[in-house]
């Protein structure tokens, strides 16, 4: 058994809260510039210089990325040899949310019921998935989900007649009708599989892949290409000026599934895709 | 010569029909634009074309929206003169110690589709956003002459340093969602739907789409 106290997990996520919205990864950063490469538009490219520009600004005033700061999506995979001391898990990863936000001058967005509407201040709490896994280690992945892409994510129940092209037409469909709503180049996390909420959990799972790289099974690998290929050949292009580059990638995670059903949930990601981890 | 010196000098009285005075184009083609805005200037615009504000902004989204709706209904007074003006859709990150404003990028346009044809008859002349606006919107841009602007969305940092100055001038309690005056020098923007029924989204795919 390994201890760690809350206030090592507090202080982790209070870090990551901040460096995520100040600083863009590396492979969000190689694909501006892949993408300048490929792009035809002029207007597209234009933008893709800007959001290059935007990102060296925003760390180097320590300025977020972009004015929403997102809800923050913790998946937390606790060792199983890991005591959680001095209180609830959930409660430091809140608290970490609570002084990143606060101190890193990030936008309070969450509002305390969808109903009234009114605002928590400190950006709390997080949408936190936990998962119990061997070891003795504590990892925390968080992302700072935008809102105006999250409310383009979508989710269909297929039937398995309708199998893969179906489930392709539908991720490329939930991509066209992102557009230029979403800002563009878009990144698709899709779960397929397992049930209506596992679907949805995965399709944001997904979205910590590093960008770039292969996706391991091979059969899932083609269909993302293929699905990323047919979404930039859509004309939406950076912002939905128009142009080549309207995702930058398609990222699935699969699970097995009833012999009834085939569910495709699918995350919108906006290129201001912020995401971070730390192992504890 | 300084744009800033012209504002001071609009009457929209004493401007002649017909004649964009405050859209001018630069030398670099992209339009120069000073609110408030009058029907010659809109006319003026086209989909697609690459501008910058300078001057005074307001920015309002969806909860400022829902309370201005009711005063529109009850036929009250607003909290700010629309008339001319353009309505800049975000909702700013905290300034650090020394800075004007956080991060200030646009929101999704389509959110205050419900809101926008009535402030559009009290004359409001442009809205700015990103992404696609309604039919009923963009019938009601051709309607009263008004047009939609693109900022870069999620370029929120970049767009912070064309804006010198921000002040609250309604709704302090929704935080981020108040109505803010903000004065900003040559903040750049493209022209997504014109009063002509142009629309910059529609173009750009039928372009490059294959």
């Given at each position: 058994m390994r201890d760690i106290h809350t206030s090592a997990i507090t202080d982790a996520v209070k870090k990551l809260c901040m460096e995520a919205n100040y600083a863009l990864e590396p492979d969000m950063l190689r694909a501006f510039d892949r993408a300048l490469v490929t792009e035809r538009s002029a207007a597209g490219r234009q933008v893709l210089e800007i959001l290059k520009d935007n990102a060296q600004l925003a760390v180097s005033k320590k300025i977020p990325y972009c004015q929403d700061t997102g809800f923050v999506v913790c998946f937390v995979e606790l060792g199983q040899d890991v005591h959680v001391t001095g209180g609830l898990l959930v409660d430091a990863i809140n608290e970490g949310v609570r002084q990143g936000y606060t101190e890193g001058y990030?936008?309070?967005?969450?509002?305390?019921?969808?109903?009234?509407?009114?605002?928590?201040?400190?950006?709390?709490p997080a949408v936190i998935h936990l998962d119990l896994v061997e070891g003795a280690t504590l990892k925390i992945q968080i992302m700072a989900k935008g809102g105006g892409c999250e409310n383009r994510s979508k989710y269909k129940m297929l039937t398995p007649a309708e199998g893969i092209d179906g489930v392709k037409a539908w991720i490329l469909e939930c991509i066209k009708t992102a557009g230029p709503d979403a800002c563009p180049p878009l990144i698709a996390g899709v779960g397929v599989g397992g049930t209506f909420e596992q679907a949805a959990r995965l399709s944001k799972k997904a979205?910590?892949?590093?960008?770039?790289t292969p996706n391991p099974d091979a059969v899932v690998d083609a269909l993302e290409r293929e699905v990323l290929d047919r979404a930039n050949r859509l004309g939406i292009g950076p912002q939905g000026y128009?142009?080549?580059?309207?995702?930058?990638g398609v990222h699935i995670l699969t699970y097995p599934c009833h012999i009834t059903s085939l569910p495709v949930a699918v995350t919108i990601e906006c290129h201001a895709h912020r995401h971070k981890e730390a192992v504890l | 010569m300084r744009i800033g010196t012209r504002r001071r000098c609009y009457d929209a009285s004493t401007i002649g029909a017909g004649q964009p005075v405050m859209v001018t184009p630069g030398a670099d083609g992209i339009k120069e634009i000073v609110p408030p805005l009058t029907d010659a200037d809109i006319e003026s615009l086209k989909a697609g074309d690459r501008v910058r504000i300078t001057g005074v902004l307001y920015t309002a989204r969806d909860a400022a929206h829902g309370r201005l709706l009711p005063l529109i209904d009850a036929g009250k007074t607003l909290p700010?003169?629309?008339?001319g003006q353009i309505i800049y859709y975000t909702g700013p990150s905290p300034a650090r110690p020394g800075e004007v404003v956080g991060s200030i990028g646009p929101t999704t346009g389509s959110r205050m589709d419900k809101f926008t044809p009535k402030l559009l008859e009290l004359g409001l002349k442009g809205t700015m956003g990103k992404g696609h606006r309604s039919e009923h919107v963009k019938q009601a841009m051709m309607r009263h002459k008004a047009v939609y602007f693109g900022a870069i969305g999620g370029a929120g940092a970049v767009l912070s340093?064309?804006?010198t100055k921000v002040e609250i001038v309604?709704?302090?309690?929704?935080?981020?969602e108040a109505i803010r005056r903000i004065e900003v020098e040559k903040f750049p923007a493209i022209v997504v739907n014109d009063c002509h029924g142009g629309d910059l989204y529609q173009e750009g795919m039928a372009e490059y789409g294959r």
């Open positions: 990030l936008r309070a967005s969450i509002v305390r019921s969808p109903f009234d509407r009114v605002n928590t201040g400190d950006n709390t979205l910590f892949r590093e960008l770039g128009g142009g080549d580059t309207t995702a930058f | 700010i003169d629309v008339r340093r064309f804006v309604a709704y302090e309690d929704l935080g981020t």
